[in-house]
């Protein structure tokens, strides 16, 4: 259709234009995308770096078609990180003369998956310099380790800034392979977890192993929470020494719900397991778990999502790391 006169249609064209424009811009906005330097969302990269999630998912398939029990490798960096100074990446940071990190504390030697992440990091570096925080590659590599061994998918919004803190001191935070029902809902309780979100983060013991140092404490004596027979199961294990390894479940590499069927039965490898079964706070949570994978799954993925946003550095509270090994 012609317009007359040639001032009308050129108004006509303006007006449809800017219009276009105002509609774009607030489907980039309602879309989640973020021009500032803060703010976490779902596609905080969608623009500075495309393909951050193919990158991610990626690299953990294929060190886990290598290695499968690096899925628990993965997800308990995730946990290490994220209740210690936030989900910043601090417990990637190495050890210097001035300093001795997170990494090196005792209950973090037996960390693995650093090279899964140090992987991952070095692609996109490549891709998108100085632009993909050390902390968000943690927290997506956890998630995709999750649903390669058969678990929930969930997403998490991006953004964390990556933190200039690691001290060894600060992972005394950690809760104890000792601990209780008890002392586990008041730790999990100051970070904002309730008995129920710290009962669904410790199915994640569904992949991996503990060492024998962290429930020989249990063979010493009579433990009226263990059953006898995996009593001898344990004993046999660390008959090979402290660093003897004993998977959680029978299925150590895949992601169900066998962990509670085992509280269940009194097989509970470590103190801080067991004590979920046998306490009043906490058993019906851990029958209901054993008894319906589905709601294990839905509450998993709720607090993981949660434990993910944990004192987050967002903006200039923090950093982009070059290098997730130390400070820039």
Same mark, same amino acid.
């Given at each position: 259709?012609?317009?007359?006169?040639?001032?009308?249609?050129?108004?006509?064209?303006?007006?449809?234009?800017?219009?276009?424009?105002?509609?774009?811009?607030?489907?980039?906005?309602?879309?989640?995308?973020?021009?500032?330097?803060?703010?976490?969302?779902?596609?905080?990269?969608?623009?500075?770096?495309?393909?951050?999630?193919?990158?991610? #998912?990626?690299?953990?398939?294929?060190?886990?078609?290598?290695?499968?029990?690096?899925?628990?490798?993965?997800?308990?960096?995730?946990?290490?990180?994220?209740?210690?100074?936030?989900?910043?990446?601090?417990?990637?940071? =190495?050890?210097?003369?001035?300093?001795?990190?997170?990494?090196?504390?005792?209950?973090?030697?037996?960390?693995?998956?650093?090279?899964?992440?140090?992987?991952?990091?070095?692609?996109?570096?490549?891709?998108?310099?100085?632009?993909?925080?050390?902390?968000?590659?943690?927290?997506?590599?956890?998630?995709?380790?999750?649903?390669?061994?058969?678990?929930?998918?969930?997403?998490?919004?991006?953004?964390? *800034?990556?933190?200039?803190?690691?001290?060894?001191?600060?992972?005394?935070?950690?809760?104890?392979?000792?601990?209780?029902?008890?002392?586990?809902?008041?730790?999990?309780?100051?970070?904002?977890?309730?008995?129920?979100?710290?009962?669904?983060?410790?199915?994640?013991?569904?992949?991996?192993?503990?060492?024998?140092?962290?429930?020989?404490?249990?063979?010493?004596?009579?433990?009226?929470?263990?059953?006898?027979?995996?009593? #001898?199961?344990?004993?046999?294990?660390?008959?090979?020494?402290?660093?003897?390894?004993?998977?959680?479940? &029978?299925?150590?590499?895949?992601?169900?719900?066998?962990?509670?069927?085992?509280?269940?039965?009194?097989?509970?490898?470590?103190? &801080?397991?067991?004590?979920?079964?046998? &306490?009043?706070?906490?058993?019906?949570?851990?029958?209901?778990?054993?008894?319906?994978?589905?709601?294990?799954?839905? =509450?998993?993925?709720?607090?993981?999502? *949660?434990?993910?946003?944990?004192?987050?550095?967002?903006?200039? *509270?923090?950093?982009?790391?070059? %290098?997730?090994? *130390?400070? %820039?």
């Amino acid at each position: 259709m012609l317009c007359k006169p040639p001032l009308k249609c050129l108004k006509i064209v303006i007006m449809a234009n800017l219009l276009t424009m105002f509609f774009v811009m607030e489907m980039i906005i309602v879309s989640g995308f973020s021009f500032g330097a803060s703010g976490l969302n779902m596609n905080y990269y969608l623009l500075s770096c495309p393909f951050v999630e193919p990158v991610v #998912k990626n690299t953990v398939n294929r060190a886990l078609q290598d290695d499968p029990t690096l899925a628990a490798g993965l997800v308990r960096m995730h946990f290490h990180d994220c209740f210690i100074e936030g989900c910043d990446g601090s417990v990637l940071i =190495d050890s210097t003369k001035d300093n001795t990190a997170e990494k090196d504390s005792p209950a973090n030697l037996s960390l693995r998956g650093y090279e899964v992440i140090d992987d991952i990091k070095e692609e996109l570096e490549n891709q998108c310099p100085g632009v993909v925080s050390c902390a968000d590659i943690v927290a997506m590599a956890a998630r995709d380790a999750v649903f390669f061994a058969g678990g929930p998918v969930y997403d998490i919004p991006k953004g964390r *800034k990556d933190g200039t803190r690691s001290k060894i001191e600060d992972t005394i935070n950690l809760p104890a392979p000792i601990f209780n029902a008890s002392e586990l809902i008041k730790m999990f309780g100051q970070r904002g977890f309730s008995a129920r979100d710290m009962v669904a983060l410790s199915g994640a013991h569904t992949l991996g192993v503990a060492r024998c140092s962290s429930f020989k404490h249990r063979l010493t004596q009579v433990d009226p929470t263990l059953d006898s027979e995996f009593a #001898k199961t344990l004993s046999k294990t660390c008959s090979a020494g402290d660093t003897a390894e004993q998977p959680f479940d &029978s299925t150590r590499n895949d992601f169900d719900n066998e962990y509670f069927n085992d509280l269940v039965s009194n097989n509970g490898v470590l103190t &801080s397991d067991q004590t979920l079964y046998n &306490s009043p706070q906490t058993r019906n949570i851990v029958n209901a778990y054993a008894m319906n994978q589905a709601l294990f799954f839905l =509450d998993f993925q709720q607090a993981m999502v *949660k434990m993910s946003m944990l004192d987050v550095k967002e903006g200039f *509270k923090g950093e982009v790391r070059k %290098n997730c090994h *130390k400070i %820039n």
